[in-house]
């Protein structure tokens, strides 16, 4: 179950068959119970899936990119890039951006 609710391919269609709704209450019956050996995986999707519920009920075609714009350490940011990853092998997270924390980053003024 961890590896299907952590599956973007899995996340687009469930959004597309205007699920979206349906696929958090997947992540929330997921995550109660404690033997889930991914718990930290489903638990970074369902925060993910939950803040883009609106825009991926409209537009579940943007579901690698949404995922895109995590933070680089987040389970779905790793699960976009591993999908980039196979369609262009060169190309690699930011890995500036995979190691810094948000609270440590400082704008230049």
């Given at each position: 179950?961890?590896?299907?609710?952590?599956?973007?391919?899995?996340?687009?269609?469930?959004?597309?068959?205007?699920?979206?709704?349906d696929?958090?209450?997947?992540?929330?019956s997921?995550?109660?119970?404690?033997?889930a050996?991914?718990?930290?995986?489903?638990?970074?999707?369902r925060?993910?899936?939950?803040?883009?519920?609106?825009?991926?009920?409209l537009?579940?075609?943007?579901?690698l990119?949404?995922?895109?714009?995590?933070?680089?350490v987040?389970?779905?940011?790793?699960?976009?890039w591993?999908e980039?990853h196979?369609?262009?092998?060169?190309l690699?997270p930011?890995a500036?951006?995979a190691?810094?924390?948000q609270s440590?980053?400082?704008?230049p003024?």
């Amino acid at each position: 179950l961890d590896m299907v609710l952590t599956n973007l391919a899995f996340v687009h269609a469930k959004c597309e068959a205007g699920l979206t709704h349906d696929l958090l209450n997947d992540y929330a019956s997921a995550l109660e119970f404690p033997h889930a050996s991914h718990l930290s995986a489903v638990s970074e999707f369902r925060r993910f899936v939950q803040g883009q519920s609106e825009l991926l009920a409209l537009h579940p075609e943007l579901t690698l990119q949404q995922a895109l714009n995590q933070r680089a350490v987040t389970a779905p940011a790793r699960a976009a890039w591993t999908e980039i990853h196979k369609l262009a092998p060169s190309l690699q997270p930011p890995a500036a951006a995979a190691t810094q924390s948000q609270s440590s980053f400082r704008l230049p003024w």
